[in-house]
């Protein structure tokens, strides 16, 4: 999730890998530790567009995958994270670019 990202071909290569992850992990009704001990504290949606637009809420996480290292990559996959009022996940979303 970390990793620079210089060509499309490399993001696409990140989207196709988070897709299996998210298909093979059955992130739903992790806790939030639980999460943050697999993939690491997620950022805050806060004000987000993308999870605003997919109804999440500003308590929900994302997470970016990969870095721009080139001006030409515009968007990279992105995983968002809902929550339950229990501290549980209730939702996942990923926006693929492959």
Do not use: N
């Not at 999440?56 to 990559?73: C, M, N, R, T, V």
Request: net charge negative.
């Amino acid at each position: 999730m970390q990793q620079d990202v210089a060509t499309r071909e490399r993001r696409d290569e990140l989207s196709q890998q988070m897709s299996q992850a998210v298909e093979g992990a059955e992130l739903e009704r992790l806790t939030q530790p639980q999460l943050r001990a697999a993939l690491g504290e997620g950022l805050m949606c806060g004000d987000d567009a993308l999870c605003k637009a997919q109804g999440f809420s500003s308590e929900d996480w994302y997470y970016p995958i990969g870095h721009a290292s080139d001006p030409k990559i515009k968007q990279l996959p992105v995983l968002i994270i809902g929550w339950d009022p229990q501290g549980r996940v209730a939702r996942v979303y990923s926006l693929r670019t492959h």
